[in-house]
């Protein structure tokens, strides 16, 4: 077939990571019409790489020509994640065109949400009947390993389907090749998760056995598929985007930056942003509750800027180790007493370290007559030293608590995203820092 011009765009003999990187930067269309001239088996390989951009966009063209023998093999849970991002009406047409088995099995696939187990397992793995040999499996695998996604363990199964032990394929490589399966067996239950444990969960497990694969089983301990190591990799650096949008204070947009749309961005931006500034409003009316404060003595005003952010960094700090803490499973809900019990004296220390240049600045302008505070500088330094120890230590009590709380009511704790710690810390924070000045300075300056 000859090349087609959007086709001599690319180096045909490249890499296939290479070839994507390549795609990746071109337009949709482009990118469409440079591999449309593809064989099945190349097509194919581009498809099951996650990070091609417009691989959806690839998928429905395909389609279009009617390249059914190349969709039929994909990886069935690479096809179901590509076809979520179709319209349904595209959608239906290509299952229409699946043989059956393919179209139960892809469709089982979509009907698990995202985050689960179900949602990112494939249903391609390798099961034998508990009675077979060494020799027997051996055998079979050479026979439809074309039709697997991996082989990376064989799952041993009774007459009723159900999981009975896991043999992973070094072991079975170097076993006596007439010994029946049983014999590799040694009585261990196998490690399984359900279809909808949370990814997370199913990431955390796999770590901790250093698993390649981790079975998916029904009720009845009936297996329906496996997650894969390169599965949970791809779900994780999804969910991991997503964070990083929330702890920016925004939410997900769900495609490359520059795929979004503009009122996209402004969308997923405008509501978080109009949310803090809502909240940063109360700041304006806790500086007007004490304006008569502010009159007296406007050498605090220069301070505030200094203790707002010296809270709010610090509640950042503490909010997105928590947040790390509760997505690798160092800490649980329960541990938020021990984090609690860490972060207060943690916070009186890095308070006080502040405070303490905080004073010595004060001092050091003082003598130095960079700058005049008056016959009571002595004191104002005191007040910021002792206000910094109160909004240091406030901060990072209400930084490390807030991924807690809102895990506890069912959000994501990336939600606790810097500047909404910042927010409440900025706020209360003033509380703080005027309630100090006026048991240090009233009769003097106040």
Known sequence: MPSSPATSLLDLQAHPADLVQTLNLLERRQAVASVRDFDDQRLHTLLERPELR???????????????????ILAEDRLADLLQDLEPAERERILGHLSQPTRTSVMRLMHYPADTAGGIM???????????SVTRTLQHIREVESTRETVYAIYVVNPFKQLQFVVPLRKLVCADPQAPLTDLWRGETPVTVQAYTDKEAVAQIIRRHDFLAVPVVDEENVIIGIVTVDDVIDALMDEAA???????????????YLQAGFWTMIRKRGGWLAALFLGEMLTASAMQHYEFQLEKAVVLAMFIPLIMSSGGNSGSQAT?????????????LADWWRVLLRELPAGLVLGTLLGAVGFVRIELWQHLGLYDYGEHSLLIAFTIWLALVGIVTFGSCIGSMLPFLLQRVGFDPASASAPLVATLVDVLGLVIYFSVAALLLTGTLL
């Open 54 to 72: 417009w691989a959806s966009d690839v998928l429905m063209d395909a389609a279009r020509q009617q390249r059914w023998r190349m969709l039929e």
């Open 122 to 132: 494939t249903t391609e793995f390798l099961q034998v009947p508990l009675d077979w």
């Open 242 to 256: 997503e964070d990083m949008n929330r702890f920016g204070g925004a939410e997900h947009i769900g495609k490359p």
């Open 320 to 332: 997105s180790l928590l947040i790390r803490g509760l997505a690798l499973g160092d800490v649980r």
